[in-house]
């Protein structure tokens, strides 16, 4: 369903500061297949994903979603198809506005925004519903503003509104690194529960190599801008944090960060 | 005894800086729609302020025009400028400040034009139906401060309505959090185009009504009106900001920063502050009222702001 052809990314080519991010990326995903991505800081990761909703172009090759060419389409344009959970919870939603609005915004994604009513009274009820089955007690806080959520509230609303209907990609993007363990544990469990629900095809980056082995069908190991490991299907069920480890000293120049030792 | 009777004085002068103070209120809440909800500083108000003055002065003396129907139309011409300062920040990549600085320009010599190059234009009351004059006689100020109370509540009622839609919504976000409108398949280029529109619409509506105010229209009576703008929705915000929190009481206490700002320049006025001094007055209670909420911050840090580029 995603078909990624032989992308790459150069930041700041010719100067100093140019930055080989991605140099040659293939990678084709089946429909509801669940990817973990690893791989050290500044591997490419995020800017995997960058190119995929098009945050920024790409120099060369090709995306495609379900056969439509995606790699001059405009970010906004794209993103009915996607949904997406950054690492800052502050990233995923207005923070200024309610959180029915946020989710009315979202519900609203790849539609026309009319001069109808934001929020419907159905809507509503349905968002009540969706924030009850999260169990943070936000079910009778609608109106509040986001901005007032801790940041695993405002993680745990970014995912309802990335998944609120059903994107043809989910893209995590360390998503649970900013919160503390417990509240990190529950948000990746609601992820778990939201993916395997509606078959949701997923990447998902993460630095804890026990979740990137625990979750999803098929696992990417990415270093300086290429996909230097890629395991699925029974081979992935077996494999251990030692041994992933191993295979990420194998991949040549690819340094583990202290951080990443730590929380595996 | 004699101070008493001063003040007795100045609370009877009230009406007249009440009533203007109304009508900047209410360009104020066109300045509120770009500075606060879409996040961004537009000094197109200076120009396009004149430019309803211009359009409605214009009209009715010249052309015969009813005046609500001029009234309208320099709604129009306002939405008019606003707008190319939105293609200008948008298509053509300026930074807004920039692009609104732009348009000011270009229109003080538009304003020229619609004026037929003359500075300045009469309108009189006794010649046209003014909806508002600064003629305190026959308690006709009172009837001013009502129509433009009236024109506020219009204003609002209908600001309320459109940012309660989805496409209100999604200007609203595109000004508080880019990213997360544009994942969201949000255009946030067009959502800055409308948003500019609109704000720049009602600031010639305001400039429209301040001409008949002042019995004319005058090329450069937008100056400094983006200064005067950011005190009222400023003012408003540090008074009621805690209090209130509702959407149309947020755009009420702007213009009630309006006003309160008058009251406070008849005031200084009052107590011997010389006209010719006055933008420097303006500019220093702006200034004021801008570093308040940057020392309260530094007193009690707070949480920080969300982050604004892609990781
Ligand atoms: N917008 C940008 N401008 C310049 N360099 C960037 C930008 N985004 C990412 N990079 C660089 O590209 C490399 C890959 O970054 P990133 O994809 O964020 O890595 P990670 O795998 O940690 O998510 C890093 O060296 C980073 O500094
Ligand atoms: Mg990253």
Known sequence: MLKIENVHKTFNPGTINEKKALQGINLTLESGDFVTVIGGNGAGKSTLLNMITGVYPVDCGTIEIDGINLTKMPDYKRAKFFGRVFQDPMMGTAADMQIEENLALALRRGKPRTLLPGITRKERAMFRELLAALDLGLENRLTSKVGLLSGGQRQAITLLMATLQNPKLLMLDEHTAALDPQTAAKVLELTDQIVNRDKITTIMITHNMKDAIAHGNRLIMMDSGRIVYDVSGEEKQRLTVPELIQKFSESGGGMLSDRTLLQS | ?311
Not at chain 2, 150 to 170: A, D, K, N, P, R
């Open chain 2, 1 to 311: 005894m004699n101070f008493l009777e001063n003040i007795w004085q100045f609370i009877q002068s009230l009406p007249s800086p009440i009533a203007q103070g109304m009508i900047w209120g209410m360009m104020a809440i066109g300045v509120y729609i770009t500075y606060k909800i879409l996040d961004v500083a537009d000094l197109t108000v200076d120009g396009s302020l004149a430019t309803g003055g211009a359009v409605l002065v214009v009209l009715t003396t010249q052309y015969g025009v009813n005046i609500y129907l001029a009234m309208l139309v320099a709604f129009a011409a306002g939405c008019l400028a606003g707008f190319a300062t939105g293609i200008l920040h948008t298509k053509m990549g300026i930074p807004a400040i920039l692009a609104g600085i732009l348009t000011q320009l270009a229109l003080y010599s538009i304003n020229l034009r619609i004026m037929d190059d003359r500075a300045n234009v009469t309108i009189n009351r006794r010649t046209f139906q003014l909806i508002v004059s600064s003629y305190a006689g026959e308690n006709q100020l009172y009837w001013t401060i009502g129509k433009c109370a009236l024109f506020i509540v219009v204003i609002v009622g209908v600001l309320y309505w459109f940012f309660g839609t989805e496409m209100g919504h999604s200007i609203r976000a595109t000004g508080c959090n880019l990213n997360m409108a544009r994942s969201n398949g949000i255009n946030t280029d067009s959502r800055k185009i409308i948003g500019l529109t609109i704000s720049n619409g009602i600031v010639a509506i305001a400039g429209g009504l301040l001409a008949q105010f002042s019995g004319s229209a005058d090329v450069n009576m937008g100056r400094g009106a983006i200064v005067i703008g950011l005190a009222a929705v400023i003012i408003g915000e540090v008074i009621f900001g805690k209090l209130f929190n509702h959407f149309i009481l947020r755009l009420l206490s702007v213009v009630i920063g309006g006003v309160l700002y008058y009251i406070v320049i008849s005031l200084v006025l009052k107590l011997g502050l010389k006209t010719n001094d006055l933008k420097l007055f303006s500019a220093l209670i702006v200034a004021i009222f801008l570093a308040i909420p940057h020392f309260k911050a530094k007193l009690a840090p707070r949480r920080p702001k969300p982050k604004k580029e892609v990781e």
